[in-house]
């Protein structure tokens, strides 16, 4: 009789997903040394080698890949199959792991995070903020933030209800130095600091006034994809800024920063969480998604 484990089978699905031991033993919440064993007694037990390790680096071999590309499905039937029965809890229980943008995190936490711990002390968040776009079916998440622009199509949104707006900001002493925009065009003799997008693109800054839109391809010293760096350099003098209005209002409420072209700034839809349509979400992903559309409301 066999003895593999759904234990077993997940942890081959989490080292493929997260392609080292080590990141998956992180989300497996295990050593390191405990996941390789594993992964070496379910070898012996089907007599074939599912990764190819070295020192640098793992992948999965042909068998291996079977295996996920077969098991992935069945596996996830058999998650939402107990999901399904542990939601008929009172209380839900478990693991939320969310992946959000690091100018999204902070909002999240405030506003939901905070209070769905307090209302369900039973849950455990394992928030992870990075700026790429990642996969989260992929890469084993519940829930995604994003702008609502850059929510995959194939995925259900749910607004966190604030809209959000873009500014552009230099500081005082560059102003003084090099004069100040008044329009688009004018931004293209300027010093401006380059977006670099999650997906390596670089931003063209989107402007927008009564209708009229800019798309302004600005040139200057720095090309950063950090929105804290781009806040330094700005406040050092190096250029003009594009930001979240969110990441810089105190500097400009203090007079560190000036906003300019504020009439062409308009607010757009705000953040939004996504997840993947299923059939029978977990208690605590069903109880998060009631409260932010509770909070929303608000």
Not at 62 to 76: C, D, H, R, Y
Not at 98 to 114: D, E, H, Y
Not at 184 to 196: E, I, M, N, S, W
Request: net charge neutral; proline share 6%; hydrophobic share 45%.
């Amino acid at each position: 009789m066999s003895r593999v484990t759904l234990n077993d089978l997940q942890a081959v699905l989490t080292i493929a997903r997260r392609g080292t031991f080590r990141a998956a033993a992180i989300d497996l919440d295990m050593s390191t040394t405990a996941l390789s064993h594993t992964i070496a007694r379910l070898e012996a037990e089907l007599e074939v080698r599912l990764f190819n390790r070295t020192t640098r680096s793992v992948a999965l071999t042909e068998a291996g890949q079977q295996l996920v590309e077969q098991l992935g499905p069945s596996l996830q039937g058999v998650n939402d199959a107990l999901e399904a029965v542990r939601a008929r809890k009172g209380t839900p229980s478990g693991v939320l792991r969310i992946n959000a943008p690091p100018f999204a995190a902070l909002t999240l936490f405030s506003t939901l995070i905070v209070e769905f711990l307090r209302r369900y002390p039973q849950m455990h968040i394992d928030l992870v903020t990075e700026g790429r776009l990642v996969d989260i079916v992929a890469e084993g998440f519940d829930l995604g933030v994003r702008v609502a622009g850059l929510v995959p199509q194939d995925m259900i949104a749910l607004s966190l209800g604030q809209p959000q707006r873009f500014a552009v900001a230099a500081s005082p002493d560059y102003l003084a130095q090099h004069g100040t925009p008044t329009t688009p065009g004018d931004l293209l003799r300027h010093a401006c600091l380059r977006v670099r997008l999650p997906d390596g693109a670089l931003y063209r800054w989107h402007l927008e006034k009564q209708g009229e839109v800019a798309h302004v391809e600005v040139n200057g010293p720095l090309t950063l994809d950090d929105a804290a760096l781009s806040r330094a350099a700005v406040l050092e003098g190096l250029g003009i800024g594009f930001f979240l209005e969110q990441n810089v209002v105190g500097d400009i409420a203090a007079g560190r920063m000036v906003r300019l072209l504020d009439d062409w700034t308009p607010p757009f839809p705000g953040l939004c969480l996504y997840y993947p349509g299923r059939r029978h979400p977990s208690a605590g992903l069903a109880a998060f998604l009631a409260l932010a559309r509770e909070m929303a409301q608000r």
